[in-house]
């Protein structure tokens, strides 16, 4: 007898269906890529939610998925599963980093973050605009300015890393700081340290470059110092103690310092004040009320614009200093650009030999003063 012919059964040996492991998570501003080092089909799944419940699922045998789109510091969950062979399905896996761990998620702004710019610094001013520059720390595209004037915020969005600011007030200060606009959706990033600055101050007229000469009964001759980056002055004068809308009022270009004041009331007194006007719409402070006197009818000016002659100038060692024209004792003051007296002589004559040696170089004012005269004129160093 014969037996039958024994069943042949098919089947397949038993594996372990995993999710995949050695996930690494590379998150940028606004995507995060997930990578793994299996050719299996996977099912990747990311989600703003620990349930999962509104999600966005991909299957790839790529080894490596990237989920775009996504919003800059928010939250988001992520799990893997893996299709093995015969149907079967992994269970989802969650990660943290390359650790399997319970429901994870990852924050873009940890990984990848957009840091504030270094170095911000002031460049240079002029009486309404800054210049301000920075480091960039990253490939940012754009970076946003934050400027804080009189209270109020101004934001400017900008391309490169040196930036003039414009619409400033004067002599008040003025704050600043900067951030990044990162990625293509300009992720904002970290605020850099604000910087405090002033505009340039439009500088009033030195009150010792001031000089009156030419003094006659009814007129008086008044010059100062030339101002640079000045449109021009503003002239005021008339009787002791007037108010500006009592005041004669003369408007002189930049390269005009002078003024001859006519009309006058003999044997009068007087005062005037020099404005300077940097720009259309700002001046600087008034100078400090200078008072003269007008002559008698019968008076002779003893000054006139030529009477005070320093040579040579400019001049490193010895100057003589001549006035024209007075005999009577003079007072000779060396003043600096701020004001300062440097020294003082007093002369009996109209002739002086002055010793500059002792001075630095630069510009200085000599002024002379005495009986029907007060004149100032500059002096070079060198």
């Not at 005999?327 to 440097?342: F, N, R, Y």
């Amino acid at each position: 007898n014969y037996s039958t012919a024994p069943e042949i059964i098919t089947f397949m040996p038993y594996c372990h269906c995993l999710p995949p492991d050695s996930v690494t998570i590379t998150p940028d501003y606004n995507s995060i890529t997930l990578t793994w080092g299996t050719s299996d089909s996977v099912e990747a799944q990311i989600s703003d939610g620990e349930d999962f419940s509104t999600s966005f699922d991909t299957i790839t045998t790529a080894g490596t998925i990237t989920f775009d789109g996504l919003m800059h510091n928010t939250v988001y969950y992520m799990r893997l599963r893996t299709f093995c062979i015969a149907g079967r399905i992994s269970e989802w896996g969650d990660y943290i980093d390359t650790t399997l761990y319970d429901s994870t998620y990852i924050d873009p702004n940890t990984h990848r973050p957009c840091p504030a710019p270094e170095g911000l610094a002031l460049i240079s001013t002029s009486y309404t605009t800054a210049t301000v520059g920075w480091h960039p720390t990253g490939d940012e595209p754009e970076w946003e300015v934050a400027v804080t004037v009189q209270g109020e915020v101004r934001l400017d969005t900008v391309s490169d890393t040196i930036y003039t600011i414009t619409g400033l007030w004067p002599e008040v200060p003025n704050y600043v700081s900067v951030r990044a606009l990162c990625g293509e959706n300009h992720v904002d990033g970290d605020w850099s340290d604000t910087i405090t600055f002033f505009t340039d101050v439009c500088q009033p007229v030195p009150a010792a470059s001031i000089g009156i000469g030419d003094l006659t009964s009814s007129s008086a001759s008044v010059s100062w110092q030339t101002m640079e980056n000045s449109l021009g002055y503003e002239l005021y004068y008339g009787e002791p103690g007037f108010y500006v809308n009592e005041a004669t009022i003369v408007n002189l270009p930049q390269e005009t310092p002078f003024y001859t004041m006519d009309s006058l009331e003999a044997e009068s007194d007087y005062e005037f004040f020099i404005v300077n006007r940097c720009t259309e719409t700002l001046t600087s402070a008034a100078t400090d009320r200078v008072q003269f006197s007008t002559l008698a009818e019968t008076g002779i000016a003893t000054v006139n614009p030529d009477a005070l002659t320093l040579a040579p100038n400019p001049a490193s060692e010895m100057v003589t200093l001549r006035v024209n024209g007075i005999s009577a004792p003079i007072t000779v003051e060396v003043v600096d650009m701020t004001g300062k007296v440097l020294t003082t002589l007093n002369a009996e004559h109209s002739t002086l030999q002055l010793d500059v040696s002792q001075f630095a170089q630069g510009a200085y004012f000599i002024r002379v003063t005495g009986e029907n005269i007060y004149a100032v004129r500059k002096l070079v160093v060198k």
